[in-house]
Structure formats: structure tokens, C-alpha cells
């Protein structure tokens, strides 16, 4: 097997692996401190691929530019998805399930909208830069997945500096360690929610972003993405964005390394098959509390 | 005579009659020579009864959401068509096999993956269909990603849609019927306390991981059962089709539109959606139809909970306490 292969196997998946990663922690993160298993988090990330697309198409904005907007609009959204959708959930008896329900709901409104307005055609993002490779020694290496994956550890970043600086987002810890004790101290649990989930969404539009550069979309891919968001939270520990983080990268070596040696459909297998394992004998996940 | 017990709703016998008469009008329906299409959406109807009232023995009276029903049908799809060319038995006959066969891999597979609670279950059930579909994409004994066929029964399209009309209608009685018996049963009602409170079941001697093991079972065996006969009807199965998770969802949300918690809740879950979409489909468009869809699963889950059996049970309530 020729090394140069193997390694290019590898970074690729690995700098993938960092983009997933963005994609999951949102849901991570809103599992973990609302109970609530947000089945809608990909379609939102498509979301905001098909804003940065048409933003580059239509206006001519480069995509990296439009993250900032992206993350505005899908903050905005996520704040609007909370109040009418959430909120009124989490007052069920089973918010777990009650969630999933409507979260579902919300996936099936707004993948047809999506599809209705711009069609299932599938979409990329283009910047000329991404056309290019970056070439170390003889190793070949996508300029679209650095791209990417230096955007998605920047996003990470953010959002850890967030829970774990600001006071906003320790009130957000404090809600999801003990909501009742939360709310003792003076903590607005409907409000850190509103903002818990809507920052959510807008991680996860980001991240859409990012997936928008290296593969292409189209409104029902977030049936795939789902996938892979349910697999690196679990494996990763629900809720750990560190932890989510690492699986992301350890879940895009594994990809890299069996993407080398099998044909490409196994590899699917492969992955689930080990999240199966995974949720059987170790629920709580890798880095899990 | 005075009711004695001023909850129960009187004289069922009266019920029993209107029960009886709308199940022979439904029987003999076909006979008048209606179109086709309309045998056709009631065979859509009598499936999704029966696939949701079979997966309502685990999902609604354990509270066990299982993603995975799908599963169990397209084993129970491929059975039959395998059989069918490979010895040319007819469905009618190896459908049983079908639920047989999906029977038994829910049992294997349900003994690791039923010891996962609320949403851990739920994601592993979706996690195996996902893999049981990519599996049998490249499987080529069944078809691989060309998918299977079955050879036509050599009657005329007319007569062929009222077989199989009569044959799931049959079914979704069966089932359905069954499902009732189960959940007056003890078998039901030690489900039932499962999905109240697991551990306090235990405690009081309830073999949880065993009555988990049969809801599942049995539900599978009879999704087989559905599939197989249901397989023969389209006469063309493929992964896509019998796998689709849409139909997985389709499911949990006929039954949680009905109520979970009773058997008459799928039946009227699936009954009322089935005909919703099709109204939808027919006067407002096939796009927005899913939109509509996704719309009710929300607006369901906000304003009715519980379903619309618990919801119109407890208007009854507030209505009898406002009369009494």
C-alpha cells in the first residue's frame, strides 16, 4: 500500500471528522441541557449551506464571509424553532420523546420547504480557492477540507470559550447540571434555553457551511448528516463539546484508514456497526459522564 | 337498570352492532365494482393498521420507540420473494415463514439492544435498519441494488386488487384483534406497568427483559407476516422501498397521533392520517402534502400530547363532570 495514499486517507478523514464535529455538538449540546434530542439539527446545517450558497451564487459573497450572516440568520431561527416548537414540548410529561416527535415535525417542514423553493438538485460551494490542493512533500492534500476544518475548530473554540467564559453560558451549565437549584439562584431557565437552542442552530449552520465546501447538498442529505450527528454525540458523551470534538476526529481516522483498505459502501457499515457496539455496552460514550 | 359503574361507557352491544356492520360493508365493498384506486388506497390503510398496531405491542404499551419496524417488514418482503424464486411457493403461503424468519431476528437482535433505555433504544433500532439496508444493498442473493421480483398472480388487475384487499384487511383485523386481547391480557398489563415505571416493575417480580422480548417478537412476526403479503402486492421489492425510514416514522406518528397507550389509537391514527394525506395529496398538492404532514406532527404534539384517543377520552371526562 503506498504510504503517500494512506496518508492522504487520513488527514482528509480526519479534517472531515473536524467538520462533523461542529455539526454535532450543537446537539450535543442541547440534548444535555434541555433533554431535548433535536432530530432537526443537519436540516438546519443544510439550512445554512443553501444561505451561503446563494449568497455566493446570487451575490457574489464568499462563503467564508457568510458564515457570519449564516450564524446570524439560523440564531434568529433557532430563537423563533424554540419559542414555537421547543418550548411548548419541554412542558410534556416524556420530553425526550415528546422532542423527538416534534423535532421530526419540524425536520419533514422544513426539508420540503427547502426542497420546494430550490429543488433536490445537488448543490456545492465553489470559491475558486477550493479547486486547488495544497501539496506537502508528495501529498496531496483538498484545500476545501482545510478550509473547512480550520473554520470548524475555530467554531468549536468559540463555543467552549462560551460555556466556559462567559457568564451566559456558565448559567447554562448551571441549568444543565441541576435545573432546579438553576433556577434557585435566579438563573431564567426559559431564557438560557431560548439561547442554548438557538446557538445550537446556528453551530449547526456553520457547520453547514463547512460540509457545503467539501461535499454537496441537497435538501434531503440531512438524512445522512443525521446520522452522523447521533453517532459522534453518543460515541463522543452527550453533551462534552471536547469530547464530541475528539470523536470527531477519531471517527474521520477511522473513516480515513477503512476508506483506504474497503470499498466505500463498507464503510458505512463499518462506522454504524461500531456505534451500535458502542451504544451497547458503553451508552454513555467515549468521554461521557 | 341503573350503570353501576358510572365510568364505562353503556350498552356496548350497541357498538358491537355498528362495529359489526361497518366490518361487513368493508368486506363487501370491493364487490360493488368501485375504482380501482380506491381499493387501493384502502390496502395502503389496512397496512399501515396492521404495521402500526403490531408495533404499538412494544412501542406504545412499553414505551419502547422502536425505529426499526421497517426492518422486520422488508425480512418478511424478502423471504416470500426469495421463496417464490427459488421454489415458486406463492406468498399467501410462505408469509407466515416471512414473520417466522423476521420473528427470529428480532429475537437474536432484541435480546442485546431491548437493554437500552428511551433514546438509546430508539437510536440503536434506527442505527439497525440503516445497517440491515445497507446489508442487504449489497447482498446478492436478495437482489443486491437491483431488488427483487415476484411473479404476477394470473388473474386480471381487478380481481388481483380484491385479493389482496381482502387478504389485509383480514390481516389488519387479525392484528388488530390481537393487540386488543393482548392489552386486556396480563401479558398487557405488565407491559403497561413496564412503560410506567420499569424498575418499580421488577421490584414487584415482573420478568421485564422477558415480556420486552415477546412484545417485540410478536410485533416483528407480524410485520413480517404484512410484509410479505405486502411485498407480493407491489410484485417488486427493493432495499429503498421496504427500508425507507420515512415509513419507520410514518409509523410512530400514526401511532402517537391515535394514542399510544390504547389499541383503538393506531387504528384511528393510521385511518385519519392515511385519509388526511391522501385529501392533502388530492385537492392541495403533492409538494405541500409533506409540509402539511410535518405541520400536524408538531401542531399533534403540542395541543394533543397524548393522541387523540386520550384527548377526546378526557373531553368525555370533563363532560361527564360537568352533567353529573
Redesign the interface.
Given at each position: 500500500m503506498d504510504i503517500n495514499y494512506f496518508l492522504e486517507s487520513v488527514i482528509s478523514g480526519v479534517l472531515l471528522g473536524g467538520i462533523f464535529a461542529l455539526l454535532s455538538v450543537g446537539f450535543g449540546l442541547t440534548w444535555g441541557a434541555m433533554q431535548v434530542l433535536n432530530i432537526s439539527h443537519a436540516v438546519f446545517a443544510v439550512l445554512g449551506a443553501y444561505l451561503a450558497y446563494w449568497s455566493f451564487v446570487k451575490g457574489g459573497i464568499d462563503p467564508l464571509l457568510s458564515i457570519p450572516m449564516v450564524a446570524f440568520l439560523l440564531f434568529i431561527i433557532g430563537g423563533v424553532a424554540y419559542r414555537l416548537v421547543i418550548r411548548p414540548v419541554t412542558r410534556a410529561r416524556d420530553v425526550l420523546m415528546g422532542s423527538m416527535v416534534a423535532t421530526f415535525g419540524l425536520t419533514i417542514v422544513v426539508e420540503n420547504v427547502m426542497s420546494g423553493f430550490w429543488h433536490p438538485d445537488p448543490r456545492l460551494l465553489k470559491p475558486s480557492y477550493t479547486g486547488t490542493s495544497l501539496f506537502i512533500g508528495e501529498i496531496v492534500i483538498s484545500k476545501a477540507s482545510l478550509i473547512g476544518f480550520a473554520m470548524a475548530i475555530i467554531a468549536i473554540a468559540l463555543l467552549y470559550i462560551f460555556l466556559h467564559r462567559t457568564f451566559t453560558g456558565k448559567a447554562v451549565q448551571a441549568t444543565w447540571q441541576n435545573p432546579t437549584g438553576a433556577v434557585l439562584v435566579g438563573i431564567n431557565r426559559d431564557r438560557v434555553s431560548l439561547i442554548t437552542f438557538a446557538i445550537s442552530i446556528a453551530s449547526a449552520g456553520v457547520a453547514g457551511v463547512g460540509m457545503g465546501l467539501i461535499y454537496s447538498f441537497y435538501p434531503s442529505v440531512q438524512n445522512d448528516w443525521t446520522l452522523y450527528v447521533f453517532l459522534l454525540t453518543i460515541v463522543g458523551g452527550v453533551g462534552s463539546i471536547i469530547g464530541t470534538a475528539l470523536t470527531g476526529l477519531l471517527i474521520g481516522l477511522i473513516m480515513g484508514v477503512s476508506a483506504a483498505f474497503l470499498p466505500f459502501i463498507w464503510v458505512n457499515i463499518l462506522l454504524f456497526l461500531l456505534l451500535l457496539i458502542i451504544l451497547l455496552f458503553k451508552p454513555e460514550g467515549i468521554f461521557g459522564v | 337498570m341503573e350503570n353501576e359503574n358510572p365510568g364505562k361507557p353503556k350498552s356496548s352491544t350497541a357498538d358491537r352492532f355498528i362495529l359489526l356492520a361497518v366490518l361487513l360493508l368493508l368486506v363487501v365493498f370491493p364487490f360493488f365494482g368501485p375504482p380501482l384506486f380506491f381499493l387501493s388506497l384502502f390496502i395502503s390503510i389496512f397496512l399501515f393498521i396492521s404495521l402500526t398496531e403490531s408495533w404499538n405491542l412494544l412501542g406504545g404499551y412499553t414505551?419502547y420507540?422502536s425505529l426499526g419496524h421497517v426492518v422486520f417488514f422488508s425480512i418478511g418482503a424478502f423471504t416470500t420473494a426469495v421463496c417464490m424464486n427459488c421454489f415458486g411457493t406463492s406468498p399467501f403461503l410462505t408469509a407466515i415463514l416471512g414473520g417466522v424468519v423476521a420473528g427470529g431476528v428480532a429475537a437474536i437482535v432484541g435480546f442485546?439492544?431491548l437493554?437500552?433505555k428511551?433514546?438509546?433504544f430508539?437510536?440503536?433500532s434506527?442505527?439497525?435498519a440503516?445497517?440491515s439496508q445497507?446489508?442487504f444493498?449489497?447482498w446478492e442473493f436478495v437482489g443486491g441494488s437491483v431488488g427483487l421480483w415476484y411473479k404476477l398472480m394470473p388473474v386480471s388487475i381487478e380481481a388481483n386488487r380484491v385479493i389482496f384487499y381482502e387478504v389485509m384487511l383480514g390481516l389488519a383485523l387479525l392484528i388488530t384483534l390481537v393487540v386488543r386481547y393482548v392489552e386486556k391480557s396480563k401479558f398487557g398489563a405488565g407491559l403497561i406497568t413496564i412503560r410506567e415505571d420499569e424498575d418499580v416493575a421488577k421490584t414487584i417480580g415482573i420478568n421485564t427483559p422477558m415480556l420486552k422480548l415477546k412484545a417485540f417478537v410478536l410485533g416483528s412476526f407480524f410485520a413480517g407476516v404484512v410484509g410479505g403479503i405486502y411485498g407480493y402486492y407491489l410484485s417488486f421489492i427493493h432495499p429503498d422501498i421496504t427500508f425507507n425510514?420515512n415509513t419507520s416514522?410514518l409509523i410512530?406518528?400514526m401511532a402517537?397521533f391515535g394514542s399510544c397507550t390504547t389499541w383503538t389509537g393506531p387504528l384511528l391514527g393510521a385511518v385519519v392520517l392515511s385519509l388526511a394525506n391522501q385529501l392533502i395529496v388530492t385537492f392541495i398538492g403533492a409538494?405541500?402534502s409533506?409540509?402539511l404532514?410535518?405541520?400536524?406532527?408538531?401542531l399533534v404534539?403540542?395541543f394533543m400530547?397524548n393522541g387523540m384517543i386520550e384527548y377526546l377520552k378526557m373531553g368525555q371526562k370533563v363532560r361527564k363532570s360537568q352533567v353529573g
Open positions: - | 414505551g420507540i442485546p439492544v437493554r437500552l428511551g433514546a438509546y430508539s437510536i440503536s434506527l442505527l439497525l440503516v445497517i445497507l446489508i444493498l449489497n425510514i416514522l410512530l406518528l402517537f409538494e405541500i409533506r409540509v404532514y410535518g405541520l400536524i406532527l408538531i404534539i403540542i400530547p
